[in-house]
């Protein structure tokens, strides 16, 4: 890894059919953490990231809103645009699966594909998620309908459909799989293998029944289909390059990828239908699939419906983006579910970087100006503290190989949060102020010494997760970061001598919660308990005779039998809708215990339920015949 001159690495392209959420920010932090570490090694980096906009899904999210595909594509893909922005996000080029590129390099890879024999015409039927974009097999289906990835209800569709041969590239990519262990962490990919051994079937990779879609290519002349949204969006990690263009030169420079970034719920599509679409244009496979877990809010699934969605901007707002990224990379290891809670955060926020960092550089501060006018020397750290330096350098020796590129990221923060252990247990063991008590003063200043190269070591290793942060760490130590002293930290040089800078605390201690609470989504407000239902009383009844009410228009007035000592006098108001004559011997149902009012002079002592609609009014009646006074639960 060390030793690559380029690195590829991607984010997934977000669905613009809703807004970015924390879910969003953590595949795309992680990526940035990645591109960031991958420049300040030297290495020549491209990061991708973008929206995808085709499909089933954003057509009908956009005809909700009263908005075209595109111009609600506009909308979200520059929401998610500004949020990166906002965040700092290194990305080198934010695609668009609109842009006219991308289109055409999607096209030509459809070709090729079609040329070589890979796609074939025939006819679709069965169930499709339009949530997760995927064609569910019978076997997958929950209880014969729901979506075994979300949950949600299916559609069936029956439509043609062109057909890429994806079962014939299972044993090839079975292979792939297990030889080269593309998969992290690499306990996920039992479950990617074990689907591909299941049997893989051709895939459908066109649709008729809607248009928002990229038209397949004119050499095949089929108007009527739409390229399925997962071909559409997997070709952009090639197409962002120039795939299908003129100008292939950053194919041929970057690719094939170091490293896809993605969520558990779409590693299917790219450990699988990926690596086959790019077998059969014979182009080489992804090195790295990475698989994180997902967010749930303070231990429940978020939803839209539930209110409880976390907004990236609200947490970044309150808590500062490099405490919030700090937090996502540390509290969850990479793969498993995580839970966010704002406890958990500001916990974080003042214990490990408060307590642990902070203090830890404000301490040596503190120290270098009562004892030595701010002067910090590396001079003597080997002669009086060799083995907590090494213990440190041991740290940094291969933190990268075994966490940072395996995607370990808690791992990583873990161990360096190991070396600033040292800092603080050395202040605690040695304690300067009696070594300066003692006329120990080249310890002491020796003692400062090797904290502050503690702190560096930490510094430039935390650039990439938190780079403003540790920018003002090293300004305090009087030195840059960039790749040069990346380098010499880890050949083991020690900082030059300089004056430390006094700044202000990086963590000012979190008192109490910062964001504002959930809203929990509003009930509608005409909810009635089951006992506030329960007091209205329904009742069967029968018509036993039945008039008009002279002078009404509207009004009927009917003897309702309700198995009561005697029948019940309603004036209902059904005259337009039926014949008195009509009625006399049917059931109808009726609240019994509604106070009796006056009606034109008559006493109305009940009501009849009836549904009304443009085409008339009818009465409710029971399916069946019941007897009267049967209540009505
Ligand atoms: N458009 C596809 C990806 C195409 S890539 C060629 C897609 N988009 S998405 O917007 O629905 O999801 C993007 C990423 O966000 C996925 O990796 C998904 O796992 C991640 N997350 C969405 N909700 C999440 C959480 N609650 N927690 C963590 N990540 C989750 O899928």
Redesign the pocket.
């Known amino acids: 890894m060390s030793k690559c001159k380029t690195y590829y690495v991607t984010t997934?392209?977000?669905?613009v059919n809703d807004v970015p959420?924390?879910?969003?920010a953590?595949?795309t932090i992680i990526a940035d953490t990645i591109a960031r570490y991958s420049r300040l090694k030297g290495i020549d980096t491209f990061f991708l990231t973008g929206t995808?906009e085709h499909g089933q899904k954003i057509e009908e999210a956009a005809r909700k809103r009263g908005k075209t595909p595109k111009e609600y594509a506009d909308e979200i893909s520059a929401k998610f645009k500004e949020l990166w922005d906002e965040f700092e996000i290194s990305y080198d080029k934010f695609i668009r699966t609109t842009d006219a590129e991308h289109i055409k390099g999607v096209q030509k890879a459809f070709l090729e594909m079609y040329k070589k024999g890979d796609i074939y015409k025939d006819y679709y039927e069965g169930h499709y998620c339009v949530s997760c974009e995927s064609f569910v097999s019978p076997s997958q289906l929950v209880n014969d309908e729901l979506c075994p990835d979300c949950g949600k209800p299916t559609r069936i569709i029956k439509e043609e459909s062109y057909f890429f041969k994806l079962s014939k590239y299972q044993d090839k990519i079975l292979k792939w799989l297990k030889e080269e262990k593309p998969i992290l962490p690499e306990s996920r990919a039992n479950e990617v293998i074990r689907f591909v051994e299941e049997g893989l079937k051709d895939l459908s990779i066109t649709r008729t029944s809607f248009d928002w879609g990229i038209k397949l290519p004119k050499e095949i002349n089929d108007p009527k289909h739409v390229i399925y949204v997962?071909l559409d969006?997997?070709f952009?990690?090639l197409t962002a390059l120039g795939y299908g263009s003129e100008d292939e030169s950053m194919v041929q420079k970057y690719w094939p990828a170091n490293l896809h970034i993605?969520?558990?719920?779409?590693l299917k599509?790219?450990a699988v239908y990926w690596p086959a679409f790019l077998m059969s244009i014979g182009y080489e496979l992804p090195k790295k699939i990475a698989a994180?877990?997902?967010?749930?809010r303070d231990g429940e699934k978020?939803s839209k419906s539930k209110g409880n969605v976390i907004n990236p901007k609200e947490v970044a707002d309150a808590y500062g983006i490099e405490n919030f990224r700090y937090f996502m990379l540390r509290e969850v290891p990479f793969g498993a579910d995580g839970d966010f809670s704002e406890k958990a955060l500001i916990d974080r926020i003042n214990n490990d970087l408060g307590n642990d960092l902070g203090n830890l550089l404000n301490r040596i501060i503190g120290m270098a100006y009562k004892y030595f006018d701010g002067k910090v020397s590396s001079k003597d750290v080997e002669k009086y503290y060799a083995q907590e330096l090494n213990a440190a350098r041991e740290i940094i020796k291969d933190i990268e190989e075994k966490y940072l590129w395996k995607m370990q990221l808690h791992k990583f923060l873990e161990e360096l949060w190991k070396i600033l252990s040292i800092g603080n247990k050395a202040i605690d063991a040695y304690k300067p102020w009696e070594l300066m008590k003692n006329g120990e003063e080249e310890k002491a200043m020796a003692l400062i010494g090797l904290i502050a190269n503690l702190l560096a070591m930490v510094a430039i290793y935390l650039h990439a997760i938190m780079p403003k942060t540790t920018q003002k760490i090293a300004d305090a130590l009087g030195f840059e970061i960039n790749t040069q002293t990346f380098e010499k930290i880890n050949e083991g040089k020690l900082l030059e001598d300089f004056v430390i800078k006094k700044i202000p605390p990086l963590f000012p201690k979190i008192e109490k919660p910062l964001m504002k609470k959930v809203e929990k989504a509003k009930e509608p407000d005409n909810i009635i308990t089951i006992d506030e239902f329960f007091k209205v009383e329904l009742k069967v009844g029968e018509v036993i005779e039945a008039e008009e009410v002279k002078k009404s228009k509207k009004l009927l007035r009917l003897l309702v039998d309700l198995g009561e000592e005697k029948p019940r006098q309603i004036v209902a108001g059904i005259k337009e809708y039926y014949k008195p004559e009509e009625l006399v011997g049917t059931q109808v149902c009726v609240v019994s215990n509604l106070k009796p009012a006056k009606l034109m002079g008559m006493m109305s002592e009940g009501m009849l339920l009836a549904a009304k609609d443009d085409e008339g009014l009818s009465l409710i009646r029971p399916e069946k015949k019941k007897k009267v006074g049967t209540p009505i639960k």
């Open positions: 997934p392209i977000y669905y959420h924390i879910g969003h953590y595949t995808d997962w969006a997997l952009n990690y993605v969520g558990k719920d779409i599509f790219h994180h877990g997902w967010w749930t978020m």
